[in-house]
């Protein structure tokens, strides 16, 4: 009974990772469904064997408790909401924040043995993605015979000829590059990033003896990473990535012995990155061009998307001043944004935006205690589990990094990225944690 208890967990498992990034929010529920009812029913059959004591009450406070809270004070909203119905929907679907912290309550070692192969399902799911995506650009630059209704503005580019077929190139840039899927760009470059990570610090450079055919696929997989952030050019990513990665990868060629062959790769991925950057005209217009006019142009013409950001931080700061310390709650914080905005945008802006930053999204609702208690999960475990935290501290940053530009909490893509990663490296820092901490 418990092994095939154990397979259908695993399964599941791995497909909610290869399953993350390309299918539709329905096959990913179902799937974290199964995983939730299988770890029920193992809890249920060995609880007995589960040791308990101070640690696990201890990581029950640290790691599931805030997000308990967090749900409760979502759920106090209900009673000053005029759509109980609505506010019902949107508390069940913050509630299940809890699905993957409870997991690892009930089953904290099931990743004993399969982290490698729960990430490298990710990786795989990416990668899948990536491939889709270019093969769709290829065929609609080829074959579309009608002009792309361009949402990426590459308006007066000298470099681009006057036909419509110039517009074409559009579709291998940012949101027409991911038209076959329903994924923000925003999102999947955080996906990308984390994959990239992964083969890098865990795959590459720790393994032991891989062979030159290892080695070259996953530089090959690292390269067409790479060219797809480039592509999508995302500001909050792709910037910090360079700058973060750049210098973590600095610091594992001084002090791993990299076969010649991951130097060479790595040497042309870097070329090939910066030739991308600085010739692309959308990726300079997106990462240099637009910047640049956000801070000459502050208070002038029609705001860009960095402009709009800085516009709706501006009112996030103006609304949390006036309560800072326990907020306002979700709906009326969101109503005094929506007001401030009203007034800064032009009037064609009637869209309602949240915070697009997760520390003044949760201050704003919770004020400055509500934002401490979403942080203490996240930061925790690098103080509690002093080893074996290498992975985690890639993904800590990449979460911490997002969170300044999206409220990633607020959308799907977001907290499944989050709570389903943040329950598998948790699991693997318990079990190496224990077994390191284990007397000889």
């Not at 792709?238 to 990299?258: A, D, H, M, Y």
């Not at 509690?384 to 940053?397: A, E, G």
Request: a positive charge; proline letters at 4%.
């Amino acid at each position: 009974m418990i092994p095939k208890i154990q397979k259908i967990q695993l399964i599941s498992c791995l497909l909610i990772a290869v399953s993350l990034p390309a299918l539709p929010f329905i096959y990913i529920n179902i799937f974290s469904a199964i995983f939730l009812l299988t770890t029920v029913l193992k809890y249920i059959i060995t609880r007995n064997d589960i040791k308990k004591g101070k640690d696990t009450v201890l990581e029950f406070i640290l790691f599931i408790c805030p997000f308990i809270l967090i749900v409760g004070l979502y759920g106090l909203d209900i009673l000053d909401s005029y759509e109980i119905v609505e506010s019902l929907k949107k508390l069940e679907k913050k509630a299940a924040f809890l699905i993957f912290p409870l997991i690892y309550l009930l089953d904290p070692l099931f990743i004993k043995n399969n982290v490698k192969s729960v990430t490298k399902a990710f990786c795989v799911g990416v990668m899948f993605v990536n491939l889709v995506c270019y093969v769709n650009a290829f065929y609609r630059f080829i074959f579309d015979t009608q002009t792309l209704q361009s949402s990426s503005n590459w308006d007066n580019i000298s470099v681009l000829s006057a036909t419509d077929n110039a517009f074409k190139y559009d579709y291998f840039f940012y949101q027409e590059f991911l038209s076959p899927f329903a994924i923000p760009p925003f999102y999947f470059s955080l996906y990308v990033s984390f994959s990239i990570s992964i083969l890098f610090f865990i795959y590459l450079f720790r393994a032991k003896r891989a062979s030159n055919k290892k080695i070259i696929l996953i530089v090959a997989y690292i390269l067409i990473s790479v060219l797809v952030l480039v592509q999508l050019s995302v500001r909050g990513v792709i910037i910090p990535f360079i700058i973060l990665g750049g210098g973590v990868l600095v610091w594992n060629l001084l002090r791993s012995k990299v076969p010649k062959i991951t130097i060479i790769g790595i040497s042309l991925f870097a070329v090939i990155l910066l030739v991308l950057i600085f010739q692309a005209p959308l990726v300079k217009k997106r990462l240099f061009k637009d910047l640049q006019d956000s801070i000459s142009n502050y208070h002038e013409a029609r705001p860009n998307s960095i402009k709009l950001r800085l516009i709706i931080y501006e009112c996030a700061v103006n609304v949390l001043k006036q309560s800072p310390l326990i907020g306002y709650g979700q709906r009326e914080s969101n109503e005094l944004l929506w007001q401030c905005s009203q007034e800064k945008l032009p009037k064609e802006y009637t869209h309602k935006y949240n915070a697009h930053n997760q520390y003044l999204q949760f201050s704003i609702q919770f004020g400055l205690l509500g934002l401490i208690i979403i942080l203490t999960p996240i930061v925790s475990p690098i103080l509690y589990f002093r080893r074996c935290r290498s992975l985690y501290i890639i993904f800590f940053s990449l979460v911490l990094i997002g969170f300044m530009s999206e409220s990633m909490l607020s959308r799907f893509h977001g907290f499944m990225f989050f709570f389903f990663f943040y329950t598998i490296l948790l699991s693997q820092m318990k079990v190496n944690h224990a077994s390191m901490s284990r007397p000889n």
